[in-house]
């Protein structure tokens, strides 16, 4: 048996955070997990669609002891196959509660047409249940069925059942099957309906500073290495680590030989390796001393293939001139939006060095 639950989110790296960091097995449709945040953000800014819903968030709860956690993900990504074609999907399965649940996060913006997910609506509530059921009994698992007369549930919680929620009154039912066999009378009963409503209370204000906590850790984590999940140079933490690397004497590989537009294309490939561009210098700038940020220049090339490399320089620039070609090595960061003159944005590659040619 799997309850459906579903929400969207209009900041979708958070969430795409979150499911990645507690999952037990993890798959992608169109998308390889560890690249979620930056192919989901890349493929809304390609088509124009970076405001409002980000993603779409389908939890998949499973009855506990049914399912193990590579079927549970299985199932997962055939019910995102069937619901999202065309749009990029991951599913993260989590087993840090009694039951396995699956995270299924899907990109708002379809990568072949643009089009935006739509699953608004009870209609569309309903299909995703469908579906999952119907999944479910293929692989032998027990579904929702209706409720019999002898339950006498109210239609609208027998509702509840269906979308994947449980009722205030169907929690109160099963704890009182339970705990009525261990009582030898209604006080005692009480008191002990009265301990376990404390009891969950106390759980659930647990869980709620566990997830704070593992939002800090995961922001400190951040700090301490190449962030693969965020493309944007000025948000992802990349260029400090970089800095602190180079400043500590780190020794990295060459790359080969690239076009500097293809590392524009997917930065994260090249993290932790020295990469050489030759380029015209369009600007020159430099900083004043500073204890605080150890960056003292900052030159920006265009390569042959016209694309626009920012080094972040922990020297001073030097005899560096506008209009010099030069070579320059250094770690990239990844990419960052810069507005133009005429109301558009160019694209910069971003990268920090540690070393300017003479």
């Known amino acids: 048996m799997a309850t459906i639950q579903r929400s969207t989110t209009k900041v979708a790296s958070k969430l795409l955070s979150y499911a990645e960091k507690r999952a037990t097995e993890h798959s992608g449709i169109d998308c390889p997990p560890e690249y979620a945040k930056a192919q989901f953000k890349a493929t809304r800014e390609l088509w124009g669609k970076t405001e409002g819903i980000q993603a ?24 995102a196959k069937e619901l999202a074609p065309g749009h990029e999907v991951v599913i993260y399965t989590h087993t840090d509660k009694d039951h396995i649940h699956n995270h299924i996060v899907i990109n708002a913006v379809s990568f072949e047409t643009g089009a935006k997910y ?32 002898e339950q006498r549930y109210h239609r609208a919680e027998y509702g509840l059942a269906k979308r994947g929620f449980s009722s205030w009154k169907d929690e109160l039912r099963q704890s009182i099957d339970y705990l009525k066999k261990e009582s030898n009378n209604i006080n005692e009963l009480a008191d002990k309906l009265k301990k376990e409503k404390a009891d969950k209370e106390a759980e659930e204000k647990k869980a ?21 999940t965020d493309v944007d140079a000025l948000s992802n933490g990349n260029i ?26 997917a930065p994260w490939e090249y993290y932790g390796k020295l990469v050489t561009f030759t380029g015209i210098v369009a600007t020159v700038t430099d900083f004043p001393p500073s204890d605080d940020d150890p960056l003292q220049s900052e030159v920006l090339i265009v390569t042959e293939d016209k694309t ?11 005899n560096i001139q506008k209009d010099d070609v030069i070579t320059i090595s250094g770690l990239v960061t990844g990419r960052t939006e810069v507005d133009n003159k005429v109301g558009g944005t160019y694209t910069h590659l971003v990268a920090v060095t540690n070393k300017l040619p003479k």
Do not use: M, Y
């Open 56 to 79: 779409h968030h389908i939890i998949q709860s499973f009855k506990p002891g049914e399912v193990t956690p590579v079927l549970a993900n299985e199932i997962g990504k055939e019910l």
């Open 240 to 265: 400090v680590f970089a800095a602190d690397l180079l400043l500590a004497g780190e020794k990295f590989p060459a790359s080969a030989k690239v076009a500097a537009a293809k590392v524009l294309k």
């Open 308 to 318: 626009i490399v920012d080094f972040l320089c922990l020297v001073p620039s030097g």
């Open 208 to 228: 709620a500073e566990e997830a704070d906590l593992a939002v800090e850790t995961e922001q400190d984590e951040a700090n301490t290495t190449w962030d693969v």
């Open 118 to 149: 739509h699953a608004h609506g009870t209609e569309e509530l309903f299909k995703i249940r469908e579906v999952s059921d119907r999944l479910c009994s293929e692989k032998g698992l027990s579904v929702i069925q209706e409720p019999s007369a």
